[in-house]
């Protein structure tokens, strides 16, 4: 049954300009976390110790996003995708906004694009694509900061596949 009196939390930054050359961690989440996008096997990795690798083996709609991330800068100019990773349930990406902003002869400013922007044209898209909207409402993000927040996201999501065994809405179990 549908409450009349829920209402949504706002999750962005009050008063920020999401426009704002920066870099910006993101992830977004499938509806009801179910695993659309790829499946995790693990795999011996022979070189040196035996230490056991995931694999990720995108699906046809992991495709789709995988197609859809590189599309990104070719539709927004000045805008990065640097890191991605797709999950089985979710993705997480690292966005650069790096734009000088242009004066046009009117003395308008063009400005960038917003993330909200970004993320709401990659989203209908994927979901255009692939015939059904797959995601959940919103996404989370996260506004980097300095060198060493980079590193340390740069890392989770270089590992995330790795980790992928912690998650707690992890069905599979695969291993």
């Known amino acids: 049954m549908f409450n009349k009196n829920f209402k949504r939390k706002k999750i ?12 910006y ?9 179910i695993s659309y996008l790829c ?7 022979c070189v040196g110790a035996d230490i056991i690798r995931p694999i990720t083996e995108l699906t ?4 789709i996003i995988d197609y859809s991330l590189h599309q990104i800068e070719k539709t927004f100019d000045d805008v990065y995708v640097m890191k991605y ?6 993705i997480h990406l690292i966005i650069s906004i790096n734009r000088d902003y ?31 909207s797959i995601w959940q409402k919103s996404y989370y993000d996260r506004i980097i900061r300095n060198k060493d927040e980079l590193a340390e996201i740069w890392d989770y999501i270089e590992n995330n596949p790795l980790n992928w065994v912690n998650n707690k809405f992890n069905q599979n179990k695969w291993r």
């Open 85 to 90: 990773c797709i999950m089985p349930d979710h």
């Open 60 to 63: 046809d709609i992991g495709k």
């Open 102 to 132: 242009e004066i046009i002869s009117d003395g308008r400013i063009i400005s960038a694009p917003t993330i909200p922007t970004i993320i709401g044209s990659f989203k209908r898209f994927v979901s255009r694509k692939s015939g059904f």
């Open 39 to 45: 499946t995790i096997k693990e795999t011996l990795d």
């Open 25 to 33: 961690f993101v992830t977004i989440c499938t509806k009801d976390r």
């Open 12 to 23: 962005r930054l009050e008063n920020y300009d999401y426009s704002r050359n920066g870099l």
